[in-house]
Every structure is written in C-alpha cells, then in structure tokens.
C-alpha cells in the first residue's frame, strides 16, 4: 500500500510529463539525428521561395538570349541589304562612268589610243561660254571653272546626319537648283560630282560619295522629273580638297556637292 503523499507527488508529475509529450510531438517531426526538426514549415518555404527566384532568373537569362539571338539575325540581314545596296550604287556609277567615255568621242573604239590633246579637249567660243549664265540660288556658290559652270553646295545642307537620306531642308534646296538648271541649263548636261570626307580609309570616302550622288540623281529623276540623260553621276570621295584634312573643320569644308554644268547639250 502507497503512501498518501506518494500518490500526491506522482500524480502531477505524470500529468507535465504527458503534456511535454504531447506538445513535442506537435511541434514537428524528428529529425534524422534523433531531434525534434524545429520551425520545418518555415524552412521549407523558404526552399521553396528561393527555387523560385532561381527559376525566374533562368527564364530571365533564356529570354535575353533569344533577344540577343534575334538582334544578331536582323544585324546579318541589315548587313546584307547594305551589301546589295552597296553592289548596285557600283554597277550605276560604272554605267555612269562608260556612258561619260561614251559622250566624250561615241565613235571611238576602247582599244584605240587616245587623241591628241587638242583633239581631245574641245575649246568653246566665248559665245558658248557667254551662254552659260551664273545663278544665284539661296544655300549655295556659283562660278565658272573655265567653260562650265560649278553650283556648289555643303553636304550637311542637303543629307540628314545619316549621310545618305536627303533631308527635308536639302530637298528644298535641290528644288531651287533643279529649278535653276530647268530655267537656265535645260539643254545642259549636269554632272553631280560628290565630295566625301567620312571615314577612314578612301575607299569608304569614294563609296559614301557614290550613295550621296546617286541619292541626289535620283531625286532629280523622281522628284523633279528632270531628264534622266541629262546627269552624270561622279564619285571624287577625298580626291580633291579644298582645306587641310587635319582638321574636322577642314573635312565639313571639303564634303561638298557640286552640279558642274557643261557647254555641250544632250
């Protein structure tokens, strides 16, 4: 038989016992070291929330890399209709070029020596020459450069920044000179001579004023409507300055369009 203060003793001491159990066994399960694996709920979502981000910036990076893929394919493509643009201003300057040979003696063979000078330079009466007059149009310089008359103007006022788009001032201007030569040299052959200074080597001098002649020649032909044999389109890139070269000042000074108008009819 139990001592009455035993029973009194054992009897709350079983009852914490019980409900320390109980509380642990609701707190979480065991670890794999024999331990109760406290705040689990907690540690997993932030598993959970750090596979996520890690997702988001795969799909991130896979995104930036089809980007990435398709600027470089409309790089390739923008490449190649530059290309072809390129080849064509070529083969149109060298139809320029045979035509202007053509022009100057139709009826000599290419395989023949050329004439003498005297026969190959035509000296025109001063009354050929007193007929060709000097205009004056608003953004540009006129004079005579021995029998022909030279219509100067700057680059920058005839081409956007791009260099090769005809601004909407330089299509005004190319209006008044179109004007002019319609009104004063309607019978004349025009030479749109381009001077270029962008750029490093000389060859990309000679192919800026290829595009930049045959981009004003064209506007003639479509804009204005002026005859189409009547121009011959020149490319003299960095040939033939004007100013040192050294300079930025002196490159503007020497990116130039000229309309070299001649005594001889078309």
Same mark, same amino acid.
């Given at each position: 038989?139990?001592?009455?203060?035993?029973?009194?003793?054992?009897?709350?001491?079983?009852?914490?016992v019980a409900?320390?159990?109980?509380w642990?066994c609701?707190?979480?399960?065991?670890g794999?070291?024999?331990?109760?694996?406290?705040n689990q709920?907690?540690?997993q979502?932030?598993?959970?929330a750090?596979?996520?981000?890690?997702?988001?910036?795969?799909?991130?990076?896979?995104?930036?890399?089809?980007?990435?893929?398709?600027?470089?394919?409309?790089?390739?493509?923008?490449?190649?209709?530059?290309a072809?643009?390129l080849e064509?201003?070529?083969?149109?300057l060298?139809?320029?070029?045979?035509k202007?040979?053509?022009?100057?003696?139709?009826?000599?063979?290419?395989?023949?020596?050329p004439?003498? #000078? /005297?026969? =190959? !330079?035509p000296?025109p009466?001063p009354?050929?020459?007193q007929?060709l007059p000097?205009?004056?149009v *608003? @953004?540009?310089?006129?004079?005579r450069d021995?029998?022909?008359v030279r219509?100067?103007?700057?680059t920058?006022?005839?081409?956007?920044?791009?260099?090769?788009?005809?601004?909407?001032?330089?299509?005004?201007?190319?209006?008044? #000179? /179109?004007? =002019? !030569?319609?009104?004063n040299y309607?019978?004349?052959?025009i030479?749109?001579?381009?001077?270029?200074? *962008? @750029?490093?080597?000389?060859t990309?001098?000679?192919?800026?004023?290829?595009?930049?002649?045959?981009?004003?020649?064209r506007?003639m032909?479509?804009?204005r409507?002026?005859?189409?044999?009547?121009?011959?389109?020149?490319?003299?890139?960095s040939s033939a300055?004007?100013?040192s070269?050294?300079?930025?000042?002196?490159r503007?000074?020497?990116?130039?369009?000229?309309?070299?108008?001649?005594?001889?009819?078309?």
């Open positions: 038989m139990q001592h009455p203060s035993i029973n009194r003793f054992i009897k709350p001491t079983m009852v914490v409900c320390l159990v109980s642990g609701q707190s979480g399960p065991i794999p070291d024999g331990k109760f694996a406290w709920g907690q540690r979502a932030a598993a959970n750090n596979e996520s981000a890690q997702q988001q910036q795969v799909n991130q990076l896979n995104n930036d890399n089809e980007s990435l893929h398709a600027q470089l394919a409309q790089a390739r493509q923008q490449y190649r209709v530059t072809q643009e064509l201003i070529k083969s149109e060298k139809q320029a070029t045979d202007l040979a053509i022009q100057k003696d139709p009826n000599q063979p290419a395989n023949l020596t004439p003498a #000078i /005297a026969d =190959a !330079i000296v009466s009354t050929i020459e007929s000097l205009v004056d *608003q @953004g540009t310089t006129t004079g021995g029998n022909t219509i100067e103007v700057a920058t006022n005839v081409f956007s920044p791009d260099g090769v788009s005809v601004s909407a001032v330089g299509q005004t201007l190319l209006d008044q #000179i /179109a004007s =002019a !030569i319609t009104t309607s019978k004349q052959i030479t749109i001579e381009a001077h270029a200074y *962008q @750029g490093i080597t000389p990309e001098h000679h192919d800026l004023a290829a595009r930049q002649a045959i981009a004003i020649y506007y032909q479509t804009q409507l002026l005859p189409a044999n009547q121009f011959i389109v020149m490319s003299r890139g300055p004007r100013y070269t050294a300079t930025e000042q002196g503007r000074g020497n990116s130039r369009i000229e309309f070299i108008v001649s005594p001889k009819s078309f």
